[in-house]
């Protein structure tokens, strides 16, 4: 069933060139040649996916490759690798070396390692999307994950960082603890547009992703001046419904209500609760009540934030 809510491990198995690169969301347990210049790549059981996180991708890619070392949530090293169009590897070199301290300081902030056993980063040239965090695969825009210093607008260092941030956030929060209906994809890109600002910021204050986070909310608040405008958790009805949740209400107004949960709260029991949840959901599902009902108990408090949000809208 293509909803969220069905999750359950995938076995994938692919043919394709024996050139080219083969990747999905694990890594591959078997690889032998097949007929006519192709090979086949069995690939091990995901975690517990609903199908939109399934991904599996062929082509001739240049491949930089990285590792996270082992720190005090995660015990063993992490394989990252990163994929762009052959000549274009040197475009590269500026994510896979942010992506190494941003995964470090996503680990640090929910307490736990990275659901997944590697992390992919590729490239895919004329997508629709900025980018979609299939489970230990991430797939990008060209310009959301490919940066060379003195060609690159300058901007687009910053953007590159938040994206791959956004994108690792996701891991934890969208993946492992996955909603279970289209209504509550607010919780997903909120919590991964928010956080990712922070931790960017914490990375390299310089890239001042803190003040795009700002500029976001300032937007929001201007789209939510109109008479069109609608809640960020409203009825989720017929395909056209969901494609049309993914605007900034969602992402911008959802990341400006969690930065006054968290300064509501506190950030240490926000942190907390946070915590708490994703352990709770870990490989399952979660939903906006239940992340209330976990910062609650972390801040010991009723912290009535579920009246706050009540619109008659």
Known sequence: FDEPRFKT?????????ASDVIVSNTLPVEEKPAANGM????????????????????????????EAPPNEFRKTPLPMRFFAPKGRAKELSFGAAASVPLLALLERY????MPYEKLDHIVIPDFEQGAMEN???ITYRETFLLYTEGV???DNKANVADTIAHEIAHQWFGDSVTMRWWDEIWLNESFASWLAARIVDQWDPSLDDTTVLFNRANGAMSTDSLRTARKIRQK??????????FDGL????????????ERYIGPDAFRAG?????AAHKNGLGSTDELLEAVGRAAGRDVKIRRACRSSR
């Not at 992402?251 to 006054?260: C, D, P, Q, R």
Request: charged residues 15%; glycine residues 10%.
């Open 152 to 154: 690159s607008h300058p």
């Open 250 to 261: 969602t992402y911008w107004k959802g990341g400006a209500l969690l930065t006054m949960f």
């Open 135 to 137: 489970a230990g695969a």
């Open 39 to 66: 090979k086949t790549l069995r690939f091990g059981a995901t975690q517990p996916l609903p199908t939109y996180l399934v991904l599996f991708a062929v082509g001739p890619w240049d491949e930089v490759r990285v």
């Open 9 to 17: 491990p995938f076995e994938v198995t692919l043919t394709g060139p």
């Open 274 to 278: 946070i915590r708490s949840y994703v």
């Open 110 to 113: 929910f307490a736990s390692p």
């Open 236 to 245: 989720i009805e017929s395909p056209g419904d969901i494609q049309n949740a």
